[in-house]
T-cell receptor
Framework: TQLLEQSPQFLSIQEGENLTVYCNSS?????LQWYRQEPGEGPVLLVT?????EVKKLKRLTFQFGDARKDSSLHITAAQPGDTGLYLC???????????FGAGTRLTVKP | NAGVTQTPKFRILKIGQSMTLQCTQD?????MYWYRQDPGMGLKLIYY???????DKGEVPNGYNVSRSTTEDFPLRLELAAPSQTSVYFC?????????????????FGEGSRLTVL
């Protein structure tokens, strides 16, 4: 069983559409991170959310941390082909030092 | 400033062979991690280290060993390679403390090492 469950696993949309991907767990996290990975490269951090209910915006990307700090969502407005990639959420439970990743959402944005 | 450097980038092994994946960082981070990523999947934690001389198992440690004799280096050893170990291996480092004061902080990844066991 994955500590962090991400959905959907795959998402293919047209340029200009909006989308939301989810990261859920039964565990409480002190923080959650979202990474984006392109083919042949390592993941790159997009954002860290820390406070329950927190909302962070990064241009067209909006990240939300659940009130109970067990889940998070990523919303992309007016998706562009450059948003194509694998989106991964990650977190460490109970302030442990092992950072675990979800299986990811593979997003394809068609021009 | 190279960041996180992994070698080799590609390797083909025969079943039963052994090898070491090298990871070196010049970011002066205490925390280092090894992950594997199977095709189309997320990352699974193999081993991690919070400082020189300290290592801990992650989710999938079987078939692997690590050591951390210096802050800079965190090699991953595969003994008796098996086809199930065919994967892309990523090394990552982190400062251990985020901007918010909590644990871990951002992870910085190498470019990966693609290993095939035949």
């Amino acid at each position: 069983t994955q500590l962090l469950e991400q959905s959907p696993q795959f998402l293919s949309i047209q340029e200009g559409e909006n989308l939301t991907v989810y990261c859920n767990s039964s565990s409480v996290f002190s923080s959650l991170q979202w990474y984006r990975q392109e083919p042949g490269e390592g993941p790159v951090l997009l954002v860290t959310v820390v406070t329950g209910g927190e909302v962070k915006k990064l241009k067209r990307l909006t990240f939300q941390f659940g009130d109970a700090r067990k889940d998070s969502s990523l919303h992309i407005t007016a998706a562009q082909p450059g948003d194509t990639g694998l989106y991964l959420c990650a977190g460490a439970v109970d302030n442990n030092n092992d950072m675990r990743f979800g299986a990811g959402t593979r997003l394809t944005v068609k021009p | 400033n190279a960041g996180v450097t992994q070698t080799p980038k590609f390797r083909i092994l025969k079943i039963g062979q052994s090898m070491t994946l090298q990871c070196t960082q010049d970011m002066n981070h205490n925390y280092m991690y090894w992950y594997r990523q199977d095709p189309g999947m997320g990352l699974k934690l193999i081993y991690y280290s919070v400082g020189a001389g300290i290592t801990d198992k992650g989710e999938v440690p079987n078939g692997y060993n690590v050591s951390r004799s210096t802050t800079e280096d965190f090699p991953l050893r595969l003994e008796l390679a098996a086809p199930s170990q065919t994967s892309v291996y990523f090394c990552a480092t982190g400062p251990g403390v985020g901007w918010y004061g909590g644990n871990i902080g951002e992870l910085f990844f190498g470019e990966g090492s693609r290993l095939t066991v035949l």
